[in-house]
């Protein structure tokens, strides 16, 4: 503040406010950030506020205590040495570990205030573009508060490899504060990818080509190459000033090369090794100590720190060494300054150096190797620059890359660059120079805002395409008003939870999360579920019997083992117990022995996978190892199974996120459901009850893409309702088939224009399209008057005696017209059980599914069916926090929302019977009524 009570207000150096400074022609911005003062509450603050915002900026005002420990702690010792790959100092202290905590504390609090200040001055439509390591939790806390903001972050400073950035206490808080972000920025392809490593291996995230994949969300991470802009630099050298300072340069070095070096006083800038080679330089060739000079100006930075304090007392040592030894009377082989220069005599200074040195030993991008070459445009000089600056991957092409830690290599590009032709001098600067005035600053903030952009309408899309948020309001209301419920979740990661409550963040490759329970408010909600005879409670799960036999064996639900290959009906309450049945006979499993060793070659070859033994099929698992390692094996397993034991055997591999899984042939979940609803509709048929129809569906489960086939078999389902609601239902009504129309489609698709009249009505009552001939077999070729134990296919024994499938089928059929009042003969099919009128097919976890609706996770599942069980519950939003959200289904409101989404689940599900190719009209589908009952 000066005399007048006035701020004057001056512009930082420094890279990062050059490159900015291109961005105002083309976009109104305000800067919010620390002013870099400390000013009171009163009219000194409200001064310093009205001053700053005639230049756009909002202050951010940080107490001293904030700034001392948020600014000079843990971002200036804890994350700025990091990312420069400097350890992290040992703490032999309690009190230096209290220490560090207060500092993260500081941090948190002064992103806070960061975030409310932005959120004060954001209109809707504005973007939000987060800069560095000061605000990596920044993007979180304003997409909590501000779900469909636009926010992008770019750092500034390498990002570490996962290897040393996984030494960082707070790993896991900081990288799910950056992908909140929709656009992730690094100055290099490196950074990127060693912050998706980063997020693959630490919070055990998929990822992608564009990004890194968390429940459905694609956060896009890129490389942006950042710039200068070169027109000041170029216009600066036109001034009558830089030609002033340039010819008395030129007098006072008196012919001699001149190599600079432009750094700030850090640890990382290489300032010692360039010495050193210069040094070795001068001592190697005598003949170069009169015609060459070192100018290295070293702005001091952080000199209160004692790191810096030795950094400065070495370099002054060397300076003094080298001078003292090479220097003579009349000249000096070192000229060092520690102070800055003005923006006029830098470029002088740019514009007459012959050798540019910039060697730092880990940099971001370093644009002090921009601003020479641009200031070369007549010398032509040479730039030296370090491989570990960012900048070698934008100038390698003409620059001199050296290795800084290597002070002989140093010391020969030195040699190299002093003693180059003038025609190659030229034609690297040309490069160079090409490379500087096409990627500019403006360039690169207009290809960063454009990519959020773009970013922010591709979430958008892809959030079309998955699934709404399931509102458990909803399914709550329409499962008590149905009749007859039906109940199918799965196992794994639907029921399941930690046999330790999960921290926040998770612990990183902890064993125990291998070790899962179900949850126990689940487990008590499906006993009250159970025992209603109006809900029909099935779990589904990949798992062995044994597995689920001991989590669900006393309840008296169904279950369906090894993805449906073994089905257990309800247990009777007298008996306690309950057969397994096998839906399909496999008899060929000789190649399990040999998948088996396989397997177990590759367990060996990778740490931390394991083999799942089934009865039936068999999964090789490497959710624990290194994740790109096991991405690797996994191909390689594939490649070993397809050469070898299973090149000509009857099975199926499906590879999961982390699994490779082999399996017969024939195993579906769609098929398995429709065969226990056969056999439970036959179980209630033999008895005295009448067998009602389901009109209540919800299946939940976070299935593989593969076995999610149980969610079509529904949606086909509601299809043949609304095809007989069009049509009508068949002449016979004794078999739940399509109308003729649907049969003759069926009859052509087959290849004819006749045939027999019980093989066409069996095409069009399975709901796969043709009846498989051994689920004809296990279906109709029973003995129906006697209770189902078995309902497996007939082996080629049994097809022998019988004739083949058509005799079987046909004299099935024979019987059961004799019997037309049997409520057996109405169900030889499972799916004729359902006549649905309310369909919730959930996935768990956000992504694209062939599921109607979504839940975040398996608690989310738990509470749920805890909602169903209790009658005088209303309902819950499961993501209450994120009302608003794309994507994020909103809880029912006024009779608009509701009328509203419901036109929309009408347009969704539309577009998928479109797709199913069933030739029927389009007021057929304008009769959809699944979900109007809650509305």
């Known amino acids: 503040m000066g005399p007048d009570r006035k701020w004057n207000l001056t512009k930082s150096a420094g890279g990062l406010v050059s490159a900015l400074l291109g961005i105002h022609s083309s976009y109104e911005t305000t800067w919010v950030g620390w002013p870099g003062v400390f000013a009171d509450p009163g009219p000194e603050r409200d001064a310093l506020t009205e001053a700053l915002k005639e230049h756009n900026c909002a202050p951010v005002y940080l107490d001293e205590d904030v700034v001392e420990l948020y600014y000079n702690g843990y971002c200036n010792n804890v994350l700025w040495p990091l990312f420069h790959y400097v350890p992290l100092p040992l703490e032999a202290r309690l009190a230096e570990t209290k220490n560090l905590q207060t500092q993260w504390s500081a941090y948190c609090d002064a992103n806070q205030q960061f975030a409310q200040c932005v959120i004060e001055h954001y209109e809707p439509g504005d973007i939000v573009w987060c800069h560095d390591y000061h605000v990596l939790l920044l993007p979180r806390i304003l997409k909590e508060q501000i779900p469909s903001m636009k926010v992008g972050w770019f750092l500034h400073t390498p990002f570490p490899s996962s290897e ?3 030494a960082l206490p707070r790993r896991e808080e900081i990288l799910r504060g950056v992908l909140k972000s929709d656009l992730i920025g690094f100055h290099t392809y490196d950074y990127a990818r060693h912050f998706v490593s980063a997020c693959t291996r630490i919070l055990g995230l998929e990822g992608t080509p564009e990004g890194v994949e968390d429940a459905g969300t694609v956060t896009r991470v890129a490389a942006f190459p950042i710039g200068i802009d070169p027109e000041i630099f170029t216009s600066a050298l036109e001034t009558d000033v830089v030609k002033s300072h340039i010819a008395q340069l030129k007098q006072t070095f008196n012919g001699r090369k001149v190599m600079l070096g432009v750094d700030r006083l850090d640890m990382i800038k290489g300032i010692p090794q360039k010495l050193l080679a210069f040094e070795m330089f001068l001592d190697e060739h005598p003949e170069w100590r009169e015609k060459v000079i070192l100018v290295q100006i070293a702005v001091p930075s952080r000199t209160h720190v004692p790191e810096y304090q030795r950094l400065a007392s070495l370099v002054h040592e060397m300076v003094g060494r080298i001078n003292g030894r090479f220097g003579t009377v009349g000249s000096v082989p070192i000229h060092h300054l520690d102070r800055s220069l003005s923006f006029l005599e830098l470029c002088a200074l740019y514009a007459l150096t012959d050798v540019a040195l910039v060697t730092p030993v880990r940099d971001g991008m370093n644009l002090v190797s921009y601003e020479v070459v641009a200031c070369q445009s007549k010398n032509a000089g040479v730039l030296v620059l370090s491989e570990f600056a960012g900048a070698a991957q934008s100038l390698g092409a003409g620059a001199v890359l050296v290795n800084p830690w290597n002070v002989s290599d140093l010391s020969s590009a030195i040699e190299e660059a002093l003693t180059m032709s003038d025609t190659e001098r030229r034609e690297r600067h040309r490069q160079n120079f090409m490379h500087v005035t096409i990627h500019t600053a403006q360039q690169w903030a207009d290809t960063f805002v454009s990519e959020l952009n773009d970013t922010h309408v591709e979430a958008a899309l892809r959030t079309m395409r998955t699934p709404p948020q399931l509102q458990s309001r909803e399914i709550v209301n329409a499962f008590h008003q149905s009749k007859q419920r039906l109940i199918i979740l799965g196992y794994n990661a639907t029921l399941t939870t930690a046999v330790e409550a999960p921290r926040r963040p998770k612990r990183h490759f902890d064993q125990i999360k291998a070790l899962t329970r179900v949850n126990p408010k689940a487990l008590a909600s499906l006993q009250k579920l159970a025992e209603d005879p109006d809900t029909m409670v099935i779990i589904f799960s990949g798992s062995a019997r044994d597995r689920l036999e001991g989590a669900f064996g006393d309840l008296p639900i169904w279950l369906a083992a090894e993805n449906g290959v073994f089905i257990r009906p309800p247990p009777n309450p007298e008996e306690r ?28 070859r990778t740490p931390r996978s394991f083999v799942e033994t089934r009865e039936t099929s068999l999964v090789w698992n490497y959710k624990y190892a290194d994740p790109e390692f096991g991405r690797i094996q996994a191909r390689d397993l594939l490649q070993h199974l397809v050469t070898g034991p299973i090149s000509s055997a009857p099975v199926d591999v499906i590879q999961g996120s982390k699994s490779v899984e082999v399996r017969p042939v024939g195993v579906s979940k769609g098929m398995a459901m429709d065969r226990m609803l056969t056999l439970a509709a036959q179980q209630r048929a033999n008895g005295t009850e009448e067998v009602p129809l389901v009109d209540f569906v919800m299946c939940i489960g976070h299935f593989l893409g593969r076995d999610e086939d149980i969610f079509t078999y529904f949606e086909e389902a509601v299809q043949r309702d609304l095809t007989r609601e069009r049509y009508g239902e068949c002449a016979d009504d004794n078999e739940p088939t399509y109308s003729g129309r649907y049969q003759r489609r069926q009859r052509r ?20 399209g043709t009846t498989p001939p051994e689920r004809e077999s296990g279906l109709r070729g029973r003995d129906t008057r006697k209770p189902a134990h078995d309902v497996s296919s007939p082996t080629s024994d049994e097809r022998t005696s019988s004739g083949g499938y058509r005799r079987m089928a046909s004299h099935s059929r024979q019987n059961s017209r004799r019997s037309m009042n049997s409520e057996v003969a109405r169900y030889r099919e499972g799916r004729a059980l359902l006549q649905i009128k309310h369909l919730f097919t959930t996935t768990v976890g956000r992504k694209k599914s062939q599921a109607r609706f979504f839940v975040q996770e398996a608690q989310n599942v738990a509470d749920l069916v805890k909602d169903l069980a209790d009658p005088n519950f209303p309902g819950r939003s499961f993501e209450s926090d994120r009302e608003g959200e794309e994507g994020v289904m909103p809880s029912p409101g006024s009779d608009a929302d509701l009328d509203s989404r419901t036109k929309e689940e009408r347009r969704k599900w539309l577009r998928i019977m479109a797709r199913s190719g069933v030739d029927i009209e389009q007021d057929c589908y304008e009769r959809v009524n699944v979900g109007e009952s809650s509305a």
Not at 753 to 763: K, P, Q, W
């Open 164 to 166: 040393i950035y996984r």
């Open 577 to 604: 117990y309950s057969e397994w049945t096998k839906t399909k006979d496999f008899s060929n499993l000789d190649w399990i022995e040999s998948v088996q060793l396989v397997f177990d070659y590759f367990c060996e």
């Open 749 to 768: 698709a087959s290849g004819g224009s006749g045939g027999n009249e019980d093989e066409v009505s069996r095409h069009a009552a399975s709901p796969f």
